[in-house]
């Protein structure tokens, strides 16, 4: 093929040279009023970040980008499910409202983001939430009246198959201390060292005296340890191979004791998290995974207080978050609604300690609407009380009676006051075999502070208040937790450790409520707190 030379000059002179294409170095960019990052810019814009600025350094060069305008980005990131600090980086780069946030500053690299995340905000983040939360009740978007409480679990940043449980710790430790026990027995025997206390856990300490009057005796006799197929070790260097052995491994059992802290198992990729079972189970096998329990207080949909816990179970973190909410929060909330998880003698004497109002859902509830629970004669319910004389009536029409007592002590270490019932005689009654397995006379263990608690916070939910807060209970914090993992795509930590958790979860709260806000003004919803009942 010959190409037309002239033809070919005619084109090239046609040709526009790409370095005469000019674009305007600086694009005049204001947001529309009705965009988030407008209202988001301006809430900030009110906030005090004197904590923020005191963790820079007074001294050497000025922060390459403002820190309050590093917070908005972060926010704005978990807005539109931006989380990690590499694709903060690109956005900065090339979206609009990102750059509009930035002010003509320049954009910040994914170090930086990381570093002002893990290093900066780490300390100040539950100041700038609770200023926000202050901010909502100035403008009657909340006004510290129902809060109400919800948890869930998400999964950590770790892997799933590095677990360390407390029981299998237990035995090991246990099988390491007979061990040892037998070793030292030996010892006093065989080389007439004084071996005390070998009734109790050996200690590392201890194992390290033990250990140095060996290296003396090692040296005193100039005896030489070998080493190596074919040796034969002597009884010093045996001992000696073995106290170190067991000192090493008590050192680990010791450490791993001191991270459980009440807990059954841990992480070794993160030690604050523990093992779960989590609602997204994919192999339907029940597999545990590592996590947290996520625990959140909503009001007016807004999200008014958080907490991160290794507790599995709910009813251990609900003093801990209220007494956090207390700390935070300007008011006291009137009243606390919250799921069956939730329920316990402690926590209702919490909240009538501190004049709350409790909307706690019986653990019984469900099942006591069933005919069958309704008919079980062996259910204290179903019993006749007579508080005047303190004994209960059974079906048959035999009396229960107070016989004695006792204090049982929960895992949080509160004390409650039980009184055991005995039947009568239940040997004629034709209805035992319905009603208990026990050999001799029916037994009951009741605590009434723990009854009357309960009863009081089933009337509370049975009026029309009560239903109405359950209701929305249902709506605004499921609803929060459902809008978290299905539209921001949240469903497992990017960074490890309980603190930095707790910067994360904060930061996705914040851009949460500042989205919530923008929501309802575009609605026109502003000052509505709850969804009211529908009228069929």
Known sequence: CIRDSNNMKNFTKNVIPMQQIGFALQVPFIPSEDDSVRLLFEVTEGLDFTDLYKTYSTLGRNPAIDP??????????????????????????????????????????????????????????????????????????IRYENLFIDGTKIEANANKYTFVWKKATDKFESKLQEKIKKTFEEIHENLDIRIANIDQKISVDYASKILDKLENIKKENSTEFVYGKGKRKSKLQKYYESIQEFIEKQIKYDNYNSIFDGRNSFSKTDKDATFMHMKDDHMQNGQLKPGYNIQIGVEGEYIVGIDISSERSDQLTFIPFLDKLEKDLPKKFENVIADAGYESEENYMYLSKHNQKSYIKPQNYEKSKNKKFK?????????????????????????????????KTSKSGYKSNVTIYESENCNECPYKSKCTKAKGNKRLHVSKDFVKKRKTSLENISTEKGKL?????????????????????????????????????????????????????????NGILLHEKKIA
């Not at 320049?106 to 100041?127: M, V, W, Y």
């Open 68 to 141: 309050a305008i590093l917070f908005k980005i972060l926010i704005y990131g978990c807005m539109n499910k931006i989380y990690s600090s590499r694709d903060l980086e690109k956005a900065c780069k090339r979206d609009i409202n990102f750059i509009w946030l930035l002010q003509g500053q320049k954009a910040p690299d994914h170090n930086t983001i990381a570093r002002f995340r893990s290093k900066h905000l780490q300390g100040c983040i539950s100041d700038l939430f609770n200023q926000l939360i202050a901010k909502l009740g100035e403008m009657n978007e």
């Open 375 to 407: 008919v079980d004669i062996s259910k204290r319910e179903n019993m006749i009380y007579d508080e005047e004389n303190d004994y209960y009536i059974c079906a048959y029409g035999n009396k229960l009676v107070p016989i004695s007592s006792k204090i």
């Open 469 to 525: 807060l359950r209701m929305n209970r249902s709506i605004q914090v499921e609803g929060a937790f459902g809008v978290l993992k299905q539209d921001y795509g949240f469903r497992r930590f990017l960074s490890r450790g309980k603190n930095n958790i707790k910067t994360e979860f904060a930061l996705l709260s914040f851009a949460y409520n500042i989205q919530k806000l923008f929501n309802k003004m575009s609605q026109n919803r």
